[in-house]
């Protein structure tokens, strides 16, 4: 996933031995998952998903279907602002030093015709995958880091740990419960210039300081302008404000107002980066 992954544990009935076991067990889950979501890993149900042509199906594992269900969920509750399967755009707008390049628009219009979450369709009972144009790219890096801290959160729970924070590169943070004798995690964004408190509640970021312009416009085709800004999210699991972070610096602010709304224990802040 490309990042580096923390647990902090803070509980009275734990000790740092034990602290120490349940962590280790949360992180084999996020390496298992790594396996099991990353495109570039042959083994994947993702990477394998790439490989259908057109009218193909799969049959996937639970993690890979609960990344494909949300990706879905969030491209309509964004109106396609967040799309799973802008791969293509990244690979021709910026190159591999993550420069921006010019590209012809004739090659932009046969990338469309891979591109769009219309272009893939789920079946529930099945668990299965069908694909609608050949060797499409899906990419989960944009709520992948989330789910796995999700996943990795119920790992430690089943272990009794139930106040921690989990910290995905600092782009993604998942607190649980508290630390002792306080009411929430202390949680600090944009370089420690913004505090936060945080219990049963991610936050996700998502900006230009680090990669340039690595967000795609599923809507126009093109990336986002770079903005000196970074959009967090807000949300009760690490998988929905991860995606929401990066739906974010596309949407619109009456878009986004009206999506807080809608949708119970998700918030939107905009600060500089």
Known sequence: MATTFEILISQDDIDAEYAAQAAQAAFEEIHR????????????????????????SLRVGMAAWDCLSLA???????????D??????MELFVTREGEPRTVNPAVI?????????????????????????????????????????DQAADVLAMHGVNNAVLNA???????LGTPPG????????????????LTNR?????????????????????PVPVKNRRAYALAPTAALS??????????????????CTRLTGVEHLDLEA
């Open 109 to 149: 219009e046969q990338a469309r015709k891979i591109i769009g979450s219309h272009r893939f369709e789920l079946d529930e009972e099945q668990l299965m995958v069908t694909v609608r144009a050949s060797g499409m790219i899906i990419d989960l890096g944009a709520l992948g880091k989330g789910y796995a801290l």
């Open 202 to 222: 991610a936050v996700s970021g998502s900006g230009f300081a680090v990669k340039g312009a690595h967000i795609m416009n599923p809507r126009l085709f093109m």
């Open 242 to 259: 991860d995606a929401l972070s990066t739906a974010f610096m596309v949407m619109e602010r009456e878009e986004i107002e009206a999506l």
């Open 84 to 89: 799973i399967t802008v791969g293509p755009l």
């Open 169 to 175: 590169g600092d782009s993604t943070v998942l607190a």
């Open 182 to 197: 306080k009411e929430a995690w202390n949680i600090t964004l944009s370089g420690g210039t913004h505090p936060l408190q």
């Open 33 to 56: 998952l790594e396996d099991e979501l990353s495109r570039f890993r042959a083994s994947s149900d993702i990477h394998q998903i790439g490989q259908l042509e057109a009218g193909e």
């Open 72 to 82: 879905k969920a969030v491209h309509e509750e964004t109106a396609g602002a967040f």
